[in-house]
């Protein structure tokens, strides 16, 4: 209409001006005809102004009705993961529906798909969350709501507590008096030299441009960080915890236990050098590299029921702890007892002494428990396959010998090394990414890797991944940390994976979940 007007104002005749209006935008006479009527009510009331058809009040979706949407939406989630438009046609198809929202009949496919949009729905590759099999398993939660959380609450009161408003600022509200608490994560990542941005806008005339193949060369990073003061560093910044590690049998081999534990010692020594006046604590993910315990550590899961000659497979060192290697390359292992036990406050020998007529023999895990006053004259040596009745405690020998406090609360390596500098360790609970903020800052640096220049060699590789970690702010830190502690409130108020996740992106910012986070899960039936 406006077009038309502006038309007839620069000379155009009346009618010719409308019928060149109406053709512009691809209509002919009756248009031609309605917008001289518009125009002419238009001139004489100024308020008078023709609706829309794609205006609200010309013509309303019946997917506006919040009744309806919130039932396709409860029908569509029922359905499971593949959900399809001609599943919406056919439920709107069926008559008792139909009746109750006063439809006359069903809507068509493209139609169905306009509104699985509008009730949240997308066509695409569905993301990868941080929620896999595995992160509600019974085992998995118990640990995690009855030694993660209790021993994180333990030095959570201790710990700095940045604000949310701004993360250069300590909360005004926390107080501690004595010792800081200093809580570094641990964590590994590997760069590839080839893993570049994929999206971009394209030019259609834009030639295919030939790539590398693979992924290129590949560096791992080990490296720990704390909300206080991010990377861990000496504080004159000449000194780094970080680690940079070119795995692979031909490279510098694979990131084992022992170099988890040398790493562990170097971020140590300049803990105590640099930064006396904090306590600290290393949280670790629950890895076998990072759990591995002493060689000769008791262990259930292979002895034999009855005297034997028996021991545990070990790796032979050399007289500096490193491991020695066949000509194969594999490394050589032999036999050696297993340390003894503890019971009661008394230790226990697992081998008969000398003098003994089975002297220098493994007793047997019946001997051991007899020794412990147990009856297991009518027990087997486990049940089949291992796979005890839920709940069982005493129904085979190897079970109860894993109850047993000596046998079930034995020390990692690592946990070994920092305690003996005065380090606590915490292993967090298995497929928890989201409570270690460091993947955070992974997520932050490779994105920025990701747009710096192909890594042709080794030395741009490294460069690049060193100039992309410490480019992350800190202050970017201390909100992943926020984030991460968030999750560890839900957790504490004893909601689930899913549930978690709702409520930390729902009280995005916030450090804990208010408590009232029960009644808005049920309120928006999150389960």
């Given at each position: 209409?406006e077009?038309?007007?502006?038309?007839?104002?620069?000379?155009?005749?009346?009618?010719?001006?409308?019928?060149?209006?109406?053709?512009?935008?691809?209509?002919?006479?009756?248009?031609?005809?309605?917008?001289?009527?518009?125009?002419?009510?238009?001139?004489?009331?100024?308020?008078?102004?023709?609706?829309?058809?794609?205006?609200?009040?010309?013509?309303?979706?019946?997917?506006?009705?919040?009744?309806?949407k919130?039932?396709?939406?409860?029908?569509?989630?029922?359905?499971?993961?593949?959900?399809?438009?001609?599943?919406?046609?056919?439920?709107?198809?069926?008559?008792?529906?139909?009746?109750?929202?006063?439809?006359?009949q069903?809507i068509s496919?493209?139609?169905a798909?306009?509104w699985?949009?509008?009730?949240?729905?997308?066509w695409?590759?569905?993301?990868n969350?941080?929620?896999?099999?595995?992160?509600?398993?019974e085992?998995?939660?118990?640990?995690?709501?009855?030694?993660?959380?209790?021993?994180?609450?333990a030095?959570?009161?201790?710990?700095?507590?940045?604000s949310?408003?701004?993360?250069?600022?300590?909360?005004?509200?926390?107080?501690?008096?004595?010792?800081?608490?200093?809580?570094?994560?641990?964590?590994?990542?590997?760069?590839?030299?080839?893993?570049r941005?994929?999206?971009?806008w394209?030019?259609?005339?834009?030639?295919?441009?030939?790539?590398?193949?693979?992924?290129?060369?590949s560096?791992?990073?080990?490296?720990?960080?704390?909300?206080?003061?991010?990377w861990?560093?000496?504080?004159?910044?000449?000194?780094?915890?970080?680690?940079?590690?070119?795995?692979?049998?031909?490279?510098?081999?694979y990131?084992s236990?022992?170099?988890?534990?040398?790493?562990?010692?170097?971020?140590?020594?300049?803990?105590?050098?640099?930064?006396?006046d904090?306590?600290?604590?290393?949280?670790?993910?629950?890895?076998?590299?990072?759990?591995?315990?002493?060689?000769?550590?008791?262990?259930?899961?292979?002895?034999?029921?009855?005297?034997?000659?028996?021991?545990?497979?070990?790796?032979?060192?050399d007289?500096?702890?490193?491991?020695?290697?066949?000509?194969?390359?594999?490394?050589?292992?032999?036999?050696?007892?297993?340390?003894?036990?503890?019971?009661?406050?008394?230790?226990?020998?697992?081998y008969?002494?000398?003098?003994?007529?089975?002297?220098?023999?493994?007793?047997?895990?019946?001997?051991?428990?007899?020794?412990?006053?147990?009856?297991v004259?009518?027990l087997?040596?486990?049940?089949?396959?291992?796979?005890?009745?839920?709940?069982?405690?005493?129904?085979?020998?190897?079970?109860?010998?894993?109850?047993?406090?000596?046998?079930a609360?034995?020390?990692?390596?690592?946990?070994?090394?920092?305690?003996?500098?005065g380090?606590?360790?915490?292993?967090?609970p298995?497929?928890?990414?989201e409570?270690?903020?460091?993947?955070?800052?992974?997520?932050?640096?490779?994105?920025?890797?990701?747009?710096?220049?192909m890594?042709?060699?080794d030395?741009?590789?490294?460069?690049?991944?060193?100039?992309?970690?410490?480019?992350?702010?800190?202050?970017?830190?201390?909100?992943?940390?926020?984030?991460?502690?968030?999750?560890?409130?839900?957790?504490?108020?004893?909601?689930?994976?899913?549930?978690?996740?709702?409520?930390?992106?729902?009280?995005?910012?916030?450090?804990?979940?208010?408590?009232?986070?029960?009644?808005?899960?049920?309120?928006?039936?999150?389960i």
């Open positions: 209409m077009y038309f007007l502006r038309a007839f104002i620069n000379g155009a005749i009346w009618s010719n001006a409308a019928l060149q209006t109406a053709q512009f935008v691809g209509k002919g006479p009756y248009l031609s005809r309605k917008l001289r009527v518009w125009s002419k009510a238009y001139i004489e009331d100024r308020e008078n102004l023709p609706l829309s058809k794609s205006s609200q009040e010309w013509s309303n979706s019946r997917i506006e009705d919040e009744d309806l919130e039932e396709l939406r409860i029908h569509l989630q029922s359905l499971g993961k593949y959900v399809t438009a001609s599943a919406l046609v056919k439920y709107l198809a069926k008559p008792d529906i139909q009746l109750r929202y006063n439809l006359s069903t496919l493209k139609t798909e306009r699985m949009m509008s009730c949240g729905f997308r695409t590759t569905a993301q969350g941080q929620y896999i099999d595995g992160h509600e398993r085992d998995v939660v118990d640990y995690r709501q009855n030694r993660f959380l209790p021993a994180w609450y030095l959570d009161s201790k710990t700095r507590k940045w949310t408003i701004d993360v250069t600022q300590l909360d005004e509200e926390q107080t501690i008096t004595g010792r800081h608490t200093v809580v570094w994560f641990h964590d590994e990542s590997t760069f590839y030299a080839h893993d941005r994929k999206k971009r394209v030019h259609k005339d834009e030639k295919s441009t030939p790539q590398p193949k693979g992924q290129g060369l560096l791992m990073v080990a490296d720990f960080v704390s909300a206080d003061y991010g861990l560093r000496s504080r004159d910044g000449m000194q780094s915890a970080r680690i940079l590690f070119r795995a692979g049998k031909a490279r510098d081999g990131f236990n022992d170099e988890i534990i040398r790493h562990a010692e170097k971020a140590m020594t300049i803990l105590e050098k640099d930064y006396p904090d306590d600290h604590v290393f949280v670790f993910d629950n890895a076998t590299t990072h759990l591995k315990r002493a060689d000769d550590a008791i262990s259930a899961r292979q002895m034999p029921k009855g005297c034997k000659d028996w021991g545990v497979n070990a790796p032979v060192r007289a500096q702890g490193n491991l020695i290697r066949a000509d194969s390359g594999k490394v050589m292992m032999q036999k050696v007892r297993i340390a003894d036990g503890f019971h009661n406050g008394v230790p226990q020998e697992f008969w002494p000398e003098g003994h007529e089975k002297a220098g023999l493994f007793k047997g895990m019946a001997s051991i428990l007899t020794e412990r006053g147990f009856d004259s009518k087997k040596a486990q049940c089949k396959n291992f796979e005890c009745a839920a709940g069982a405690m005493g129904c085979c020998c190897r079970r109860i010998l894993y109850r047993q406090p000596d046998f609360n034995i020390e990692s390596l690592l946990e070994t090394t920092c305690k003996a500098r380090v606590q360790v915490i292993f967090l298995k497929f928890h990414c409570l270690n903020f460091i993947e955070q800052c992974w997520g932050f640096a490779k994105r920025l890797y990701r747009g710096y220049p890594s042709t060699k030395s741009d590789l490294e460069q690049n991944v060193e100039k992309a970690l410490d480019a992350v702010p800190l202050a970017s830190m201390r909100r992943f940390a926020i984030r991460s502690s968030r999750f560890m409130d839900a957790y504490h108020k004893c909601l689930n994976g899913s549930q978690a996740a709702w409520a930390a992106k729902k009280y995005r910012g916030h450090r804990v979940l208010p408590s009232s986070i029960l009644a808005e899960l049920d309120e928006a039936k999150i």
